[in-house]
């Protein structure tokens, strides 16, 4: 598989070994289409008829696998479901830069004497400095000392057992730390801006990354170097940034008792599930309502499954956002648990990831890509919260962890323990009906009740329109509880001061002129801000259409809801915990410990909602409960009910008197009263039979074929002639649109969207690949979401 990033290429091709002979998932430079490209090597070399026309393997650039025959078959299987090439499912699978042994170089201490013509030639040519073994062969073939790539390992390893040759990993580790810590972060700002071939390649790898790439990989992607991303930045396509730094895992756990004994319906839990494990392959739902403690029930059954020999992945959403998920396997199990998240760097994230291969750890615990962990003896992968969007990676391969895990495990014959207190409807569907096996908690396991939902109605609280964060009813609330000393949790679905800046006069509200979606109002620095591609501007004094004065933040945002409570209870501590509080390394672990030690009221946006566990907060608020349910999304409802049950699940957890305040301006809804009532099986029961009249999954399969351009027209003649063609051809397949994207124009660029609806995968797929391969103006990029989440 060839290391081109086009998705007209998209192998494996065919080599000979050209004398050197490397195995399953070794490194190679290998002639393509008149130059030579890197590539990996997919699978093991076989006698073939003699062939003219095969080009041979020209060099061994890594001997040592970076991925074994499972891998493959699991990349082959990623690009045949989510339609993505094979060298992107395979980077998936392989992560770039983890090899499986760590890449080792050499040095000589001090001159060889007597050591032969191999360490001669070597010193002649690199003196004490540094080199790879891939060097040291090109180094010999100079010196008319040809040898395989194997061979010239074999030799360094000798010398380095003699001591005439030392290994030099110390160094490498340097620098690696060294280049991820000063490295930038390109930014797609507005691709209309792009001047050149080269500017508008480097915006379109950017596009469809999300806008963000680090530099050295956007460099690569593009096939662009520094002096395009200096004029780049200059003219205004892109923004640099410091390459963030994720947060790293804490160890802020509040306090927990050592040892506990399973509930009678915990027991039942763990048994079963066990049992079916032993069994067989097995796929199974863990429904437990918040607090019912799934996580002890993984650990138990992770427990029992390692003292047969067996080891596990756990997923959780994202790992940034569930520490306390995360430092609770580590409380167990000790070393033998290693954590993947976004934040590592290639070096980190290879150490783990080689400790995995080498049989060191028994159980990773990790986000969506963590599901690729090259675990011997994997018998089970638990998907944390299976619900969760995060689940579905959104750049190209879009897959979605939860069904990789089950095409892993039904091959190795291992469990899939998928666990949630608000299932999927499709795993839900698929449990009811006997697809795959289905465990309930419906109790705590603390035995403190489930809190009471009061649902306030924004619209009859007239005092509340575009004032008051909070109404009565939950001021009311949280006094009573911070007198008490006890915590309180309020839940914001925006960061920021307020969602609008309006003008009175005319109605004006400023807009990014790049993404066609309001400003935010920032009030630390007084700016406006775009949420999609992050251009600030300051606050104008004026309304710039009609010259008013009278400009009106319209909205909360956390920080206008800290703003309000501040006043109202001005003795208490608050934490504020949203992207923009966040952004340090470990900043929402201190964040998290700080309010477990001696904060009094978290605000915060969607990282809050999930996982936290206090025993002293007794009231979460959720200021707006509407954002998702406006969205024009067959899972808008799915959304807010799961959104709503989990935030209400930070409540109460250890002892009953608890309080959860729901303010919405639509009360009525059913997502919204049914959230309050605690009701997961009427919510289903009524989601499903609207599905399946829609022919939505369960009841259908979906994929959206994404186009996305500078120029308007040219997007939507490219869409309306994919669609056209599809609703012609395409056997089996309903096509709906093309539409505008949800989001119509992003950082420059119109998006438009088309959907396919369809009864049977592979006439969904078809679809997909007979669009990716149509003929269509090279300016309009493409992307192909299948079972979009
Ligand atoms: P879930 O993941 O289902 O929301 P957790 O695993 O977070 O639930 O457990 C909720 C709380 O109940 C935690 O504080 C946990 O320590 C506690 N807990 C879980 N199981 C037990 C048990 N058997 N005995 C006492 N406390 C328990
Ligand atoms: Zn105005
Ligand atoms: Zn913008």
Known sequence: VVDVATAHVDGPFT????????????????????????????????????????????????????????????AAWLRGRYACTFREALASVAPRGAAMSARSRFAFPTAPDASGATADALFGAFGARP??????????????????????????????RLGTLQRVQEREKAKRARTTSSEMCLVLADAALAKGAGQRRLAAALGEHDGKLPSRQACKLAAVGSDVI??????????????????????????????????????RAIETLDAAMKKGPVVALLHGVTGSGKTFVYSRLIDRLRRRGGRAIV????????????????????ERVGVLHSGLSDGERARVWNQAAAGDL???????????????????????????????????????????????MARSGGAVILGSATPSLESYQEAISGGIAYVRMSQRATSAPMPPVQIVDMTAEKSMRGRQA??????????????????????????????????????????????????????????????????????????????SLDLLPYGFGTQRVEETIGELFPAAKIIRMDADTTTGRGAHGRLLHSFGAEGDVLIG????????????????????????????????????FSLLTQVAGRAGRAAPGSNVVVQT?????????????????????????????????????????????????????????????????????????????????????????????????????????????????????????????
């Not at 506990?260 to 915990?266: G, L, N, R, V």
């Open 15 to 74: 080599y000979t070994t050209g004398g050197s002979a490397p195995a399953l998932g070794a490194r190679v430079r290998v002639p393509f289409g008149g130059r030579l490209v890197g590539g990996w090597v997919v699978s093991d070399p076989a006698p073939a008829q003699p062939d003219a026309s095969l080009k041979a393997i020209v060099d061994v650039e890594d001997e040592s696998p970076r991925f074994d025959a499972e891998a493959v078959h699991l």
């Open 131 to 160: 080199f790879t073994p891939i060097a040291a062969v090109r180094a010999l073939k100079r010196a008319g000392l040809r040898m395989s790539a194997q061979r010239a390992q074999a030799e360094l390893a000798r010398a380095v």
């Open 230 to 267: 200096r004029r780049a930045t200059k003219a205004g396509v892109i923004r640099q940034e410091p390459l963030a730094q994720a947060a790293a895992t804490a160890g802020t756990i509040a306090g927990r008792r050592p040892s506990m004994t399973a509930t009678a319906e915990q027991r």
């Open 315 to 334: 997923l959780v959403p994202e790992i940034a956002l569930t520490p306390q998920t995360s430092a609770r396997f580590i409380a167990i199990f000790g």
């Open 362 to 408: 028994d159980v990773v615990v990790g986000a969506r890509s963590a599901v690729f962990a090259p675990l011997p003896k994997l018998a089970l992968i638990v998907v944390d919260e299976e619900h969760e969007p995060s689940y579905k990676q959104d750049v190209a391969p879009r897959y979605d962890a939860a069904a990789v895990a089950r095409e892993r």
């Open 470 to 547: 909070v109404g009565p009813a939950l001021v009311e609330r949280m006094d009573a509880a911070l007198k008490r000393g006890q915590k309180v949790i309020l839940f914001v679905n925006r960061r920021g001061y307020a969602g609008l800046l309006l003008c009175r006069a005319c109605g004006f509200a400023p807009r990014c002129r790049r993404c066609a979606i309001s400003l935010v109002l920032h009030s630390a620095d007084g700016s406006l801000r775009c949420h999609v591609c992050g251009d600030a501007f300051k606050v104008p004094n004026a309304c710039p259409k009609c010259r």
């Open 605 to 640: 946006t969607q990282m809050i909602a999930k996982g936290l566990d206090y025993p002293s907060v007794t009231v979460v608020g959720v200021v707006s409960a509407d954002v998702d349910l406006n969205r024009p999304d067959f899972r808008a409802a799915e959304r807010t």
């Open 665 to 789: 301006y639509s009360p009525d809804h059913y997502a919204v009263r049914l959230a309050a009532a605690h009701d997961y099986e009427t919510f289903a029961r009524k989601e499903l039979a609207l599905r399946r009249e829609l022919r939505y999954p369960p009841f259908g399969r979906l994929a959206y074929i994404g186009l996305a351009g500078v120029d308007a027209s040219a997007v939507g003649k490219v869409a309306n002639m994919v669609a056209e063609e599809l609703r012609a051809n395409a056997r089996g397949v309903e096509t709906l649109g093309p539409a505008p994207d949800p989001l119509p124009k992003a950082r420059g660029e119109y998006r438009m969207r088309i959907a396919l609806k369809s009864e049977s995968e592979a006439d969904l797929l078809d679809a997909c690949r007979s669009a990716q391969r149509m003929r269509r103006d090279p300016d309009v990029r493409m992307h192909v979401v299948v079972d979009p989440r």
